[in-house]
């Protein structure tokens, strides 16, 4: 990561730019859709999630194309890398990090501005649900491309009445990289 | 494996030789060939080998540096990134450019050995090239070998810039 103190601003001066309504409503139909096909919130979370790690597997390379980052010295600058450089160049927010267990495998995202729920209220049918689980998937898809098993979910979230929003990110493994072919084939 | 011939040969002129796109599994998803009248092996055969030539090679080249070189077993897995990385090598009658991402994809580009310092060109043809039209084409599958003829036209286009 570059020392300035905001690394996602000169990406996010670089990077095409959509309506911002119209990304909103976008996701929100999906969601919607979801709902009328699946019925279950909780079922709709899972099928979110499972969407944005399709995404997310894409994402990492268009990510790295434009972001020119290094290599992550650590998960912590990982991390930090997430919400500073990929929020902002995908979601045009920022978050922070916080909540780090010993180890340094286990952080909080902590994001107070999400445009994805901006015309959003939960209506009493749907209260289980993580209304932008999609981001859960799309971290872990690309965590994943980059050799990262993760848990990611969310905690808090605004729509359910707390503070900001809170994705917890679990460190699970870090993949070594294996001759794939066996040595008689 | 159905990465079929390369797009256009560009003509005999060209200093490009042929271009390997391998994933992380050794899947080659992509063989582009601008000139190349001698093949002995089989594609498939010859693919594999490549790919585990740089597979070995890398290890090793991360083994024999002398200052940071890791102390495990040579052959030993690596975590992705990890050691250092060689970009090239060359002989008298081709050169060989390597460039693999943090997702592990792997581009092999063989030209004549002639050619100077092929990573922008490279990393541009992940950047701006790959990513544009493969990786971000809704239809395409993620991991499976590709055939796209706007990155093979936008490909070829390129590299006729490159001398």
Redesign the interface.
């Given at each position: 990561m570059p020392p300035n103190s905001r690394p996602g601003d000169a990406v996010f001066a670089n990077v095409e730019r959509v309506n911002a309504e119209l990304f909103t409503l976008t996701y929100g139909a999906i969601v919607r859709q979801l709902l009328t096909d699946f019925e279950e919130v909780d079922e709709v979370n899972k099928q979110l999630d499972t969407m944005g790690y399709n995404i997310g597997?894409?994402l990492?390379?268009?990510f790295?194309?434009?972001a020119n980052i290094t290599?992550c010295s650590d998960f912590r600058e990982t991390a930090e890398t997430i919400v500073k450089v990929g929020f902002k160049m995908f979601l045009g927010v920022t978050g922070t990090v916080t909540n780090w267990n010993a180890e340094g495998t286990e952080c909080s995202l902590i994001l107070d501005d999400n445009p994805l729920v901006d015309f959003v209220e939960l209506p009493e049918t749907c209260q289980g649900l993580y209304y932008c689980n999609m981001l859960c998937g799309v971290i872990r898809g690309a965590l994943e491309?980059?050799?990262m098993r993760t848990e990611v979910k969310f905690v808090k979230d605004v729509l359910r009445g707390d503070e900001a929003f809170e994705i917890r990110l679990k460190l699970l493994e870090?993949?070594?990289?294996?001759?794939?072919?066996k040595d008689d084939d | 494996m159905q990465a079929g011939p390369g797009g256009g040969v560009v003509g005999s002129a060209t200093r490009m030789r042929c271009l390997y796109l391998f994933n992380?599994?050794?899947v080659c998803l992509h063989y582009h060939v601008w000139l190349r009248p001698v093949s002995v092996l089989s594609r498939q055969e010859d693919q594999?080998l490549i790919f585990?030539l740089l597979?070995s090679l890398k290890l090793f080249t991360a083994k024999m540096d002398p200052v940071g070189g890791g102390k495990g077993q040579l052959g030993a897995?690596?975590?992705?990134?990890q050691g250092c990385s060689f970009h090239s090598f060359r002989t008298d009658t081709y050169k060989l450019s390597f460039m693999e991402?943090?997702?592990?994809?792997k581009l092999v580009l063989i030209t004549d050995p002639k050619m100077g310092d092929l990573r922008e060109a490279m990393k541009h043809i992940?950047?701006?090239i790959?990513?544009e039209y493969v990786?971000?084409n809704p239809l395409y599958t993620?991991d499976m070998p590709f055939k796209c003829e706007l990155f093979n036209q936008n490909l070829d286009n390129y590299v006729k810039t490159l001398s």
């Open positions: 597997i894409r990492i390379d268009d790295l194309a434009k290599r491309m980059v050799s870090q993949v070594p990289e294996e001759y794939p072919y | 992380r599994q050794g594999k585990g597979f897995a690596q975590l992705q990134g991402t943090p997702t592990g994809l992940y950047s701006s790959y990513v990786v971000k993620p």
